[in-house]
């Protein structure tokens, strides 16, 4: 129970800290991300470090940092159609880190390009979707839009969590995750749509198809996160990312759903709702 306590206490802190951060706007979700990144991919560093895989590290709290600054919406278009400042750092991050092993090799070079590109592509190029959504289809609309993978995701993990707990008896993934149930998947995703639900209903901005819908989706994408985070971790033969958060680990345990989520939540609104 004290673990659970604390779990909970931590969930719930971590919530109200992001929904503070994410109303106040880019002005405090900028340098938050930044932080979060810079953290996330240090607890990502020591846990190459701990299987003797080396990344270029200063480059990658460099370029880390660009991508985020370069998601902010409210940066003027690049001078060519299509495309992004994030396509361009990610670009020019990719060169970098080539010229670099030409110039300074040494043992495993393409492993070192391989792992550092990853590191950049799973942290901060997801959490530039944080600022993508925050503003789609604006700054007033998109408070609201950014709630739903944040009230969904919280809720999936709490339903996940007792719905494994209480009923859980198939393995969802046992060679990733032995924790996980497929009991637990769907607990998540019920609470998951009973809080989209009430959201879209209060707010009136959509029906309970949509809710339902999304609820899939958004639930779906954490789970997937999640997972995908144990994968790594397993692969990586580390149990915890870090031991920042009490009763959930490092940034990435707790940041895991989050990452998979919100971009998801993104591609879909952009995708089917908002007008072209």
Known sequence: MESLSTRVLTSVVGFVMISAVVWVGWVAMLPALVFVSVMALFEYIRMLDRNDIDV?????????????????????????EGGSWREVVLTVALGYLLVMEVMRPGERPLER???????????????GYFLLLRYSPDA???????????????????????????????????????????????????????????MTQL???????????????????????????SLIKRALKTKDSGSSLPGHGG?????????FAVPATYLFLNISVFPR
């Open 251 to 259: 940034f990435l345990d707790r940041l895991d759903s989050l990452l």
């Open 203 to 229: 707010t009136q901005v959509g029906s309970p198809l949509d809710a339902l819908l999304i609820s899939v989706l958004i639930a779906s994408a954490s789970q997937l996160g999640d997972l995908s985070e």
């Open 56 to 80: 270029r590290r200063v480059s990658l709290g460099m370029f880390g940092t660009a991508i985020i600054v370069a998601s902010l919406p409210m940066l003027p278009a690049p001078p060519w």
């Open 113 to 127: 390009v391989v792992y550092s590109l990853f590191g950049l592509l799973y942290i901060p190029w997801l959490l």
């Open 140 to 198: 007033g609309d998109g408070l609201l839009y950014f709630a739903l993978p944040l009230l969904a995701t919280f809720a999936a993990d709490i339903g996940g969590y007792f719905g494994g707990h209480f009923f859980g008896q198939r393995k969802l993934a046992p060679e990733v995750s032995p924790g996980k149930t497929v009991e637990g998947a769907i607990g998540g995703l019920a609470f998951s749509f009973v809080t989209v639900l009430v």
